[in-house]
């Protein structure tokens, strides 16, 4: 079972590799690089312009690699997955930076490599998309990811992902065309997981001490991305818990938020509301605000707290990090005093 792949690289380099036949393609619809984590594995899919599979009823991999380069924030090469088919070999490999070979598995079709016919969509060096194009996709486990004896996290180290093809005459020649040689570089995405951090502006109560009926309460997030680079598809998660008692209306987010469950107030107390950004750009060096807003349609006399129990940051899903309390309460009317005889003047 292959993880849900997010797409990562569109556009393909035109005439990576010769034959043309074996190239990977796309365009700004269909992605050429995808890639997913799953608990215990990485994937990534190819859209390649040909079938990979040797000979029919297709069994094997034709005498080609395909792979992808892994590499750190400074562009240095960290590891290559790659799945090869030269020299009747038949697997999946895992190479560290020197191209060494540290990991490998037989290729078993429908289990750590896949291949699945699409609709002709990309081009191969700029010709019409005549043909089908087929989805190349391969795994391998993130235990088996080892760099100076020391298991290298995926899924939480800032890298990038770069795909490569080759021709069959060189075996020394893994990438037809270097990645860093385009202008700009073609076949290399942006980072993921990159350093984010996140703020939060919990709002202040008036001088009364609480919030009341008709007040708005605003709750500010900041997310600050303190690299060089920019990040791409980022995800804030924020949870607010509304008390017995409390009513508050439906939220407002800005930006808009692309989840909120329930999607709908009025929200009578005891729920939580799950308000989620999802997709969003963060420049290098600059921080991105995000609010949440509601008003406060009932409350009870003493004074009781909604809970903002969770808000987090990151590429794939938030993580725990921030709590804020927010006092509530019914507004008291001082009693009117009754008129006495001896306050009338005459």
């Given at each position: 079972?292959f993880?849900t792949?997010i797409?990562?690289?569109?556009?393909?380099?035109s005439?990576?590799?010769?034959?043309?036949?074996?190239?990977?393609?796309?365009?700004?619809?269909n992605?050429?690089?995808?890639?997913?984590?799953?608990a215990?594995?990485i994937?990534?899919?190819?859209?390649l312009n040909?079938?990979?599979?040797?000979s029919?009823?297709?069994?094997?991999?034709?005498?080609?690699?395909?792979?992808?380069e892994?590499?750190?924030?400074?562009?240095?090469?960290?590891?290559?997955?790659e799945?090869?088919?030269?020299?009747n070999?038949?697997?999946v490999?895992?190479?560290?930076?020197?191209?060494?070979?540290?990991?490998?598995?037989?290729?078993?079709?429908?289990?750590?490599?896949d291949?699945?016919?699409?609709?002709g969509?990309?081009?191969?060096n700029?010709?019409?998309?005549l043909?089908s194009?087929f989805?190349?996709?391969?795994?391998?486990?993130?235990?088996?990811?080892?760099?100076?004896?020391i298991l290298?996290?995926?899924?939480?180290?800032?890298?990038?992902?770069?795909f490569?093809?080759?021709?069959?005459?060189?075996?020394?020649?893994?990438?037809?065309?270097?990645p860093?040689d385009?202008?700009?570089?073609c076949?290399?995405?942006?980072?993921?997981?990159?350093?984010l951090?996140l703020?939060?502006?919990?709002?202040?109560?008036?001088a009364?001490?609480?919030?009341?009926?008709?007040?708005?309460?605003?709750?500010?997030?900041?997310v600050?991305?303190?690299?060089?680079?920019?990040a791409?598809?980022?995800?804030?998660?924020d949870?607010?818990?509304?008390?017995?008692?409390?009513?508050?209306?439906?939220?407002?987010?800005?930006?808009?938020a692309?989840?909120?469950?329930?999607?709908?107030?009025?929200?009578?107390?005891?729920i939580?509301?799950?308000?989620m950004?999802?997709?969003?750009?963060i420049?290098?060096?600059?921080?991105?605000?995000?609010?949440?807003?509601?008003?406060?349609?009932?409350?009870?006399?003493?004074?009781?707290?909604?809970?903002?129990?969770?808000?987090?940051?990151?590429?794939?899903s938030g993580i725990?990090?921030?709590?804020?309390?927010?006092?509530?309460?019914?507004?008291i009317?001082?009693?009117?005093?009754?008129?006495?005889?001896?306050?009338?003047?005459?």
């Open positions: 079972m993880p792949f797409p990562y690289i569109f556009n393909a380099a005439n990576n590799v010769s034959p043309c036949a074996v190239d990977v393609v796309g365009n700004g619809l992605p050429a690089l995808a890639f997913g984590f799953s215990t594995h994937a990534f899919r190819l859209r040909c079938d990979p599979r040797k029919n009823p297709q069994t094997e991999i034709e005498e080609h690699r395909w792979g992808v892994i590499k750190d924030i400074n562009g240095n090469l960290l590891f290559t997955v799945v090869d088919g030269k020299n070999k038949y697997f490999a895992i190479r560290n930076s020197n191209f060494a070979t540290i990991y490998t598995e037989s290729i078993v079709l429908g289990t750590n490599v291949v699945t016919q699409v609709t969509i990309a081009s191969c700029g010709q019409p998309p043909d194009d989805l190349l996709d391969f795994q391998m486990p993130l235990s088996r990811f080892i760099r100076n004896n290298f996290d995926l899924s939480k180290e800032v890298v990038q992902f770069c490569y093809t080759t021709t069959c005459c060189d075996d020394n020649n893994i990438n037809k065309e270097d860093d385009q202008v700009p570089p076949k290399c995405g942006k980072f993921i997981n990159v350093p951090t703020t939060k502006l919990c709002p202040i109560p008036p009364g001490g609480s919030f009341i009926v008709d007040d708005d309460v605003t709750i500010i997030l900041s600050s991305n303190t690299s060089m680079v920019t791409t598809n980022v995800t804030v998660v949870l607010l818990n509304i008390p017995t008692g409390v009513t508050i209306s439906s939220l407002t987010t800005l930006p808009l692309i989840t909120i469950i329930p999607p709908a107030g009025p929200y009578v107390g005891n939580d509301i799950t308000t950004w999802t997709g969003l750009t420049p290098a060096q600059s921080a991105l605000q995000l609010s949440i807003t509601f008003t406060i349609l009932d409350a009870p006399i003493q004074t009781t707290n909604i809970t903002n129990i969770d808000a987090g940051i990151g590429q794939l725990n990090n921030f709590r804020c309390t927010i006092p509530v309460s019914m507004e009317t001082p009693p009117t005093r009754g008129v006495k005889f001896y306050d009338l003047k005459f």
